[in-house]
């Protein structure tokens, strides 16, 4: 559907023209974030610079009865950023800027676009740092975290976006600029900052973000841990948590990973180990040292074929250089893949892992891992051929099984990646028809047209529509007279 | 669509509950001598409560351990008290996974005892919360000192299911640590004082109980030598779970020489690092001019027993770190009389008063809220009497239109008023 001449008008005049993309070939850009299976170009893109301008924007599409699909840097994997009902894609690279950095008080007041390690870049002279860390942070966008609730390795100790959240400044569906949240520590009222992390657009466009700044540690220490098979690597994470030791990072690549790895960057796991731990420590110095030992000894109890200590910080980046190159090395063994993200109960981790071996060998395909084992927050890729007919269905299928697998076993969809288009379909997985219908009832609250990032999120399912009511508690006979 | 009589209603309630968990009266709240209250055994009890009492255009009081029932506006009209003290389960405890589901009743203090024999521990430590339902440290967003360290139930609620005001059981959030399948349902409930539904079980995340603990008690001459020694512990690698101020009154209700202000700091890890840290702690204290001495293992207890022993008024104030000596001085500026104390860290604090008259108080709220406006923070009176709390707002302005935006989550999910009708703030 074609945007009126008079939204396009007002979109020109409020952003001038470099503002507004209009073109076919400019709007193909904006097609789909980083999950490519879903494409849909917007019918515009908007590029604002303040608060007001995308005021601005919401109230003239809302009036218009025009979908509006926020735009970070694109870099999500659930195909949130894209516009399948076409509308106004609102991209927020133009609001940049770090509006104010307030040490005293530990936090940072930011625009949506700015991007996720320019933050820390720009504290970390005076000894602090932004803790979520997800593995696009040197192109993510906060804002984009924010409408995600982002993770990353390193939120296994310091928790997830939304535990670094102070204070949101949001245009939400109504048109209203709903300022929520701020520095302090306590506040009166509903806690609207907690509810609108993690609402991926859908209540409303975040213009501006006030973030806890957490102090550096006095100590880090990176080790790597090889074993013979990724069952073996599971035990071990989970004999860690275990014992009471919460590492700031615990992650996992298993063998096809590892190799990916290795023709990439060069032999920085050790070749013939069915999976690495990578594993760190951070914190005051004694206590890294303690704790390292100490998780040492557990994956050499666990048959940890190997396990070496960086020794300094150009070891410690050598070892992270693998894990971080991870994505970019799959291409050397897959054309194509379906990424998971699904979350078991971390004691799960050894009994997932094998289940995935079998999945992985009824469907003939191959998965490579590398995920946050710590938490137990699965990334299998799963890797498949899309020239050869039927291999992506295949695909789908074992990815399916696998979701499945984890639920069972009182797991949740998604750990970090949010739900977008991938994943709608698989909330009722998880929830019970009350459950969804409330959500949906939470997103009218703030979106009562319908127009904010549709599609995204909740399912197309009875319990998110109109109308319903779930089923009440039937009352005794002769409650009633 | 109305039930006849009062009595009909009485056998309605008793139906669902049993002849011997069903009371006419019941402990007043807030001065309120509720008509009915019930103790359900089960959750789907409690959603039948809710079903009933919404069709009967009831009034519901949510009540856990009572510790907390003077928080926001004194109740109208109370119709039905419905009591979690039977839904007291703990449910599924997994230690490998650090995680434990319970029922709303369970207090604080009876999951610490089964967490205990594994090495683990839930950090909610509100004023007296040994006692205290989880379900209630929950809906009033109550926290303590390990806050500092370990952030609140906001930070640890991962999973919640609860029965909204027309009785539909409903789950939100995980089971799991870590999740963003979609809307963080959990931070809604939490503080919302049970006014979008009643809280009944809670999934929870827990941290591994640290080897060994220290405290050190530092003394101080004035609060800008308290603020300076705040300023340079957070600017700083050291990793405290607490950083608590004691002011003068509240060292006097702990049994110590209340000569001056103080920080209760305490370091819990494995024992070297303990060590290692004691050493910048002492050093920081005294370079802002501090005394330090070190305390004993139940020095926790005591402050807890002495905060949760003060009568009379509770503000709580949210405000940041770098206004803590401004506080003090507010606070003490206004009400003469009032005790201190509070994570000064994370300007979290509560003034504690004897006695206020309505028009004393209210003048002090209005100073004291003017200060914290502009950081977002908040004075929440969390006790007086009723006699002075009707005379004026316990929550203080929440600025439109996040205002707007609660009153019309409130509607949605409670029409009618059933939960906690006219209690938080804005009369919602």
Known sequence: MALSASVVAGLQRLLGPAGVVLTPEGRLTYESDMLTLYKAAPDAVALPMTTNEVQVIVRLCRDARVPIVPRGSGTGLIGGATAPLGGVMVSMTRMTQILEVDFPNRCATVQPGLINLWLTNAVRDRGWFFAPDPSSQMVSSIGGNVATNAGGPHCLKYGITTNHVLGLEIVTGTGDVVRVGGKASERAGYDLTGVMVGNEGTFGLVTAITVRLLHLPEAVKTALASFASVVEASEAVSAIIAAGIIPAALEMLDDAMIGAVNAAVGKVYPDGAGAVLLIELDGPRAEVEAQAERVAAICRERQALMVTVARDEAERALLWKGRKEAAGAVGRITAAYLLQDAVVPRSRLPQIMREMVAISKRHNLLFANVFHAGDGNLHPLICYDDRKPGELERAQQANEELLHACIALGGTVSGEHGIGMDKAKNLPLQYAEADLNFMYRLRRVFDPDGLMNPAKLLPSHPACGEGFRPSRPTLPAGTWV | ?428
């Open chain 2, 1 to 428: 669509m109305a039930v006849t009589t009062s009595a009909a209603l009485a056998d309605g309630l008793r139906a669902i509950v049993g002849a011997a968990h069903l009371r006419e009266g019941g402990v007043p709240v807030d001065g309120v001598l509720p008509r009915w209250s019930a103790a359900p055994e089960t959750i789907e009890q409690a959603a039948l409560l809710l079903a009933l009492a919404q069709d009967a255009r009831l009034t519901v009081v949510p009540r856990g351990g009572g510790t907390a029932l003077e928080l926001g506006h004194p109740p109208a009209r109370v119709d039905l008290v419905l009591e979690t003290r039977r839904l007291d389960a703990v449910l599924e405890y997994q230690p490998e996974d650090l995680t434990v589901t319970v029922q709303a009743g369970c207090t604080a203090g009876a999951l610490s005892a089964q967490l205990a024999a594994r090495g683990q521990i839930l950090p909610l430590d509100p004023p007296g919360w040994a006692g205290r339902s989880l379900g209630g440290i929950a809906a009033t967003h109550a926290s303590g000192p390990l806050r500092q360290r370990y952030g609140t139930m906001r930070d640890l609620l991962l999973g919640v299911r609860f029965a909204q005001a027309d009785g539909v059981l409903t789950w939100g959030g995980a089971k799991v640590v870590k999740s963003v399948s979609g809307y963080d349902v959990p931070k809604l409930m939490v503080g919302a004082l049970g006014t979008l539904g009643v809280l009944l079980e809670l999934t929870l995340r827990l941290h591994p109980a640290p080897d060994h603990e220290s405290t050190w008690l530092a003394s101080f001459r004035t609060p800008a030598h308290v603020q300076e020694c705040v300023a340079a512990l957070l600017d700083s690698t050291v990793q405290p779970n607490r950083i608590e101020l004691l002011d003068a009154r509240v060292l006097a209700a702990c049994g110590l020489p209340a000569s001056a202000t103080a920080l209760a700091v305490s370091i819990g890890t494995v024992e070297p690092a303990v060590r290692a840290q004691e050493g910048l702690v002492k050093a920081l204290v005294q370079r802002a001019r501090g005394t330090v001495e070190t305390m004993g293992a139940s020095f926790w207890r005591t402050y807890d027993r002495a905060l949760a022993g003060f009568e009379g008024v509770t503000l709580r104030i949210g405000t940041v770190p770098a206004r803590l000596a401004d506080t003090l001085a507010s606070v003490h500026a206004v009400l003469p009389e009032a005790a201190m104390a509070g994570s000064a860290g994370l300007g979290a604090l509560q003034a504690l008063t004897g006695h206020a008259e309505a028009p004393a108080l209210q003048a002090a709220l209005d100073r004291l809220r003017e200060g914290v406006g502009d950081v977002g923070g908040s004075v929440i009176v969390e006790r007086a009497p009723r006699a002075v709390r009707e005379r004026l707002d316990p929550w203080g302005p929440v600025p439109e239109p996040a205002l707007a935006a609660m009153r019309a989550i409130k509607t949605e999910f409670d029409p009618r008023g059933v939960l906690n009708a006219g209690r938080f703030v804005g009369g919602i």
